[in-house]
């Protein structure tokens, strides 16, 4: 998995938003050695930042 810069960077060249929320589901991924489904990935995310939906960790 690229680092979180890289992908920050990939996002932005393609002329995309990027998020305070992507940019923790970035680093999340990032962290990981597993391959998490999105339900773990929203549950580790919603702990360090409440107020995330499921909808944000499935779209890209």
């Known amino acids: 998995m690229n680092s ?6 990939a996002y932005r060249a393609q002329g995309r938003k990027l998020t305070p929320q ?8 990032h ?3 597993t391959h998490p489904t999105a339900e773990a990935l929203y549950a580790t995310a919603s702990h ?3 107020g995330i939906s499921l909808r944000t960790v499935y779209q890209p």
């Open 48 to 50: 360090k930042m409440p």
């Open 4 to 9: 979180p810069t890289v992908l920050a960077a």
């Open 31 to 33: 962290d990981n050695r």
């Open 22 to 29: 992507r940019q923790l589901i970035f680093s999340l991924l």
